[in-house]
């Protein structure tokens, strides 16, 4: 059908105005989208998520990456894997804690104004905080770390809440019970991306409990990821502190 | 075998002190509890779970009752099985919002030193704050009412957190969410049952999140109840101000 | 400690710079919130969740708010409930579909530029979808609706992608198997807060598996809210929208 | 009583035609499926689940079919097991990815017309999906692959759309939120058999999620097979194929 | 970019084929579909899920319908609403046991060879059964039913067996334990779609029971559709019968 | 097939005897199975399961088993549909508490030695456990019943225990923790059929806790079945009691 | 109390009869039971549950129970421990696939007339199965092993159904649906034991699905043990066939 | 705000009395709390969680704390981890039973009058009963061991339960189906806290089955803690046993 009405612009039997009008339905597809989405930032990384991947196969993606000259974060890498990339592609930085391999091709991500907030329970959510600041670092944000301020001690959460407060966005983390972003979504007015992880035991239900205290927060403004998803917490607020800065 | 042994007593066969200490293992079983149970502090009320009895049930339940002048509490009744009820037993008196049945008989509870802390988060949690409460108070406790306090308005708890302080036990209620007694937990050392509530909706799953998020919870000296269980929560804090007050 | 501090000030042994050094810790606890948050934008509602209440609580409450002057948003109240309230307080709108009363008490809400999306798959999402609508508005925001557009007839979505694409966020509803907003973030780059709705029948257990849908996309820039929760999507639109306007 | 009819027929009170009357109820038992069931196909495999079973155990079983010229297919065996099959049975080829084992004993299989898709999102899922077709292609199938075609990048679905609309069937596997066959579903008119797999973490729910989605779905035409059941969702589709080409 | 392209041939610096060429992303898009749809087969119906649907809103869009004179079915359909859009509509026809509604507009379907089993298990089962066989019939299928043959009383199915195996396809519907399509599965060599009921009390979980039980069976050639979707399976089985008569 | 086989006895050219071997596959085939099951016991019951038929559906089935002379236990049928079906047939008794109809056509069952015990907690769990002892009466069973001996208040159970150990089976009825079975397991040693009721609420889960308890006892010698299934209790210790009368 | 009584009758005060009449509550206690416990059928084993216990442990309790001269029955033991604990007590005889220790001191057990069947599906639930089976055995029951008659290939079942039926109970093993019950109760007129296996996979959900199947059964006179409890199938089977040979 | 306050007493504008009127809201605000939580009883412990956590993070809190004299309690320790910190910190004492190490640095702790029951079930529940038992024990309690008095051989439990009723409080403590607490709170009348343990297999699910039977529960005056959670219990016991020492 499309050729036709090509030939009927070639032999004149059409407009291309009038085509263009036919053709409308095309126009607003998801072709595309492939184009608009190479427009990225300057310095932004691709992402690679590297559960259930072979360092093998983390290697020859993060090669056709190289190779277009951009910025590469692998997550969830765990020691052995992150090191066995390493031998053959030396550039990787690994951030243990976090399970992350990030490698700088395209130059130093563009730094924006303002800030953002990671607030966590304990030391035991540290590797989740840690991938959700370290992939917002790879984005260009600023990220500030409040850690170790639950709920069980909640004024150490006081003691910093007007710097928390002054954050475009919060990445809110916490495990067992996970009823920190309720108390933080009470106390600041701008979005909380809620992260639940699996850390507990018993009721916890490999984070059941939290993901479900921050479904029911009875706070506004309050939106969750999946458990354990520090990326996904931090990529939806660098695209929200990207709004703030206007770089959609 | 038992009567055996009693007629050897009666015949001399066997000394009243040798046959004690044959019948040893009968002492520390069960039976000995009604009586011991019956010695039971002046005014307290005998309790009837009113759900799923019928108003004929509850009513011949209570006769039974009035005539060992027990003070009677009857949970759970609606308001129509309650009228039902007082046009038989009008001197009943019914707490619409706690859906309660109270009545009086072996005169006033008697008040013991100190008093406990209901606290709950928000106007929908009040028919279980107020089972429990009512039901302390049948108990003969001081009861101090800690309403609205939710996470989501951290201050208002703040408002009154010393007075809840100096309580010899909280009960904590919360549904949504049920952050509440993580974050009362946090603030005070006396023990605090916590009671979930059924209120919210979606994947609050009929209470269960709040459920979860209270056996979760980071804060020690925190133990929990059933959903909705207003008065369980309240009879296991009379059973602690009790042994604060050496009233065992 | 407190009254020493200050009695220290008025005995000139301690001046009140250093005085408030010592209080420093005061100054960033959360008693500051209320004052804070009483500076609202313009015409921005005060907002009650009117399950659960009865009529008699929301004519209540809402009376206290019209005398401060406030635009009021009541959600979650069926027809005749609504009516109930209306006979009373004749100033305010019900709509229908959305369970959503509003009365405007301090002028129209300031509307800020660019919009929002609200996407729904179907016409049974559209009591969630138009409660979202509806909330956003009472905000002051711009709202296009793109309903009807789900999965299974994908090529009406596509008929609208770039219009959704240059909003500053969208707010996607779908219940059934939730697909929708996988969909959609796959297609346009700004945040998307979904909704899970509890339309549908069988294995869909009452929205869990829209939910669970939602929490495991891999389209990335994806955030969820509660089961039917159109108010929380929208709340959490209105956030985001405001940063981009710089209207925190 | 079997025995009474026979007698009366050898000695003439009833004829065999009577006898077949009364024993009509026999006709349509059980009993004549393994007769049936022997009329397979040329070429087509006897199937082995190799889960739970020992190396051993597998050899014996292959043995037996072996000797009757069948061809073999067993699923879900895994390296180590695999190899130590292969030191007795040298014949047996080994599928690494899709964990398959496969002997040819009875001639290679006779190919149909038409062909099958094999459709699935993303590389993590790509066990299953090689169970799928190397199944499909096990029993004669042609088998056209479509792998990396998942929702977060769905214009790679459309580049291929019309190859896959030509199939007489669809098998579309999906790990994480589980919602290609739902897209899928919307685009092509014929069966498509979906494959939830377990891959994922958190809201996951080791496959649950996808699970739901796919028995939720909008689109009319999907049925689902359980979690991680590539063969499954492949015999299916060979059931299915061999009615389109009148083979039943 | 598409008016630049078309403009380029009008004016002869492209010619049609070029550009079809550079246009060819576009030709497997989407679009297409809404023309393959609508060539449908000569009586088939177009279908509404009429739960959640006002009966207003059930007969707009019937009224739509009927203006392009298709066949209409209505799913779902309660007494009090199929009575209701009677009224208006009387050309509907109501199935009660299936809450079903029929509009013949465009003649009677065509009726292809061979025929499709819809087999259940007790009489609990027959509204989702007659909701799958009445949809089937609709399509222009030949039905016939076996109803009553669970496994409880397996002597009942045997004696019907022959005639099920002559089928192309099985939909097999059943409730409680939902054990009827494992056992069938063993007998026939077709391929069978399972449709789990809510039939069932206690720890059946709303036919939660029955779908495990569905998904989990031995039996080599079942696929499951959602609980209590009889249009789902019945629809399946219209794809899978056409195929079977060469008439996608 | 077999017409060949008796066509050959016919012709002489097999006898009746090789016939047999040839067909003896036959004979352990399920089709005896009705001839079988007629040969009850005198006076026992045929049962209708009445919950989800109308009351002109149990009417029916009723008169087509009066025409036998069979005695007919109904359950699970409200006071409602009882009125009604006694309006048609005035010999049915209804018990109220049990949901249970009755009517004897056949006359008394046949009592047999020794009783079962019917063992439950308290009086919610009255309709089940009258369920379950009027149906082992209608098997001609001695009941005798053991009600309100729940484990709150262990001595009553004690005062009885006697009698219950020299019950041939105890069907042991408890909702709430289903704490009563493993208790009676530890006291008997005969067998206990175990059944959950759906008494209790919040964390009860409709019984699903009873349930999990009973089939997870410390105590041998438990079997449990479904949530309220009365009637299923009781016929398991119907045909084990049958069992201890040599009444199979 | 007790000793004031029996000084009573001691000093005449009170008679033994009246005494006895006194302590009565006393007689029907559970202390007895011990005793009675004691009286058990010759060479029928103790039994120790190996799981979570070490080999150390189990050799205590085995070494103080062959001091009193019984069979011990060892379940739950994988190899290594069993050898560990046959180095110190070579008697034990290991069975591996039912993961048993077995030894007999008291001589063996006495049979008792008929047997019992014991059920299974396929090779996977073999542990389960073995476990019943040599439980049975050792309690001295005659047991039948029907393996391998799973539903997806029912005429294997029918080939042996007489035998099965013959029997005083049945123990039926399934794992993945769990159908097996079902079919065999609508097949047999004895009790059933049913034991669901945790062999599955996906929606099996570790045997989930299996018991519920198997609850949910239609078929009367199944009752249901624990997820793989083997032991505890056969517990019930031979306490119901003692009742069967009047050895209670 | 506060500034302003502090500079209108230094300059005499307000007096200290009024000023702390104005910020009486301070007052009762969280800051307080870490000075009041100092205020420890001596030789009480500090406590590390020490699941999660590397030997080398608890080797440096431990430091900390020894540094201010603290008596140090570490849970969930395995044998490994322990060692390790045990050659850098030979002054840990490590109980393998319980997985706890403990040092002390200040002082035994003070015993109080009375005692607490640690009740439990099993052997295998030994580990979690003894991680309350010692943590109460580090906490200065008296705490006598009922172990092994499970419901299953409930004569076990009535030998001991006077001394039992003699504690001030109960921590009862069941895997399996976790009936215990239940059995022992209708025989005591002081608090009981019950800890579900994950102890069991099937439908245990890993101790949900304990978990919902202890909320449950009839008997009044039992709290829950978390699955496994020793500790917990043992440390509501520590708090309302203190209460009853009038030692809050």
Not at 99 to 110: A, K, R, Y
Not at 158 to 174: G, N, Y
Not at 177 to 196: D, F, K, N, Q, R
């Amino acid at each position: 059908m499309l050729e036709e009405i090509l030939k009927q612009i070639e032999t004149g039997q059409l407009s291309a105005e009038a085509a263009a009008k036919q053709l409308a339905t095309f126009e607003n597809l998801g072709f595309a989208k492939v184009d608009h989405h190479r427009k990225k930032r300057q310095g932004s990384p691709e992402v690679i998520f590297g559960e259930g991947k072979t360092s093998t196969q983390i290697i020859d993606i993060s090669r056709a990456m190289m190779a277009k000259k951009e910025n590469i974060l692998v997550t969830r890498v765990n020691k052995e894997k992150a090191e066995a990339i390493q031998r053959t592609l030396p550039d990787f930085q690994y951030h243990e804690i976090a399970n992350l391999l990030f490698m700088m091709n395209s130059g130093e991500p563009v730094y924006s104004n303002g800030y953002i907030a990671i607030v966590c329970a304990g030391t035991s959510d540290l590797a989740v905080a840690e991938e959700a600041a370290l992939t917002a670092e790879a984005y260009g944000l600023e990220v500030r770390r409040f850690y170790d301020v639950g709920v069980a001690g909640i004024h150490r959460l006081f003691a910093h809440i007007d710097e928390i407060r002054q954050a475009t966005v919060s990445v809110v983390i916490a495990g067992m019970e996970g009823a920190l972003p309720s108390v933080v979504g009470g106390l600041v007015s701008h979005p909380i991306i809620a992260v639940p992880t699996s850390i507990g035991y018993g009721a916890n239900f490999q984070g059941l409990s939290a993901l479900l205290t921050m479904l029911n927060s009875c706070a506004s403004g309050i939106s969750v990821v999946n458990i354990d998803n520090g990326f996904g917490g931090a990529y939806n607020a660098v695209l929200i502190h990207r709004l703030a800065n206007k770089q959609k």
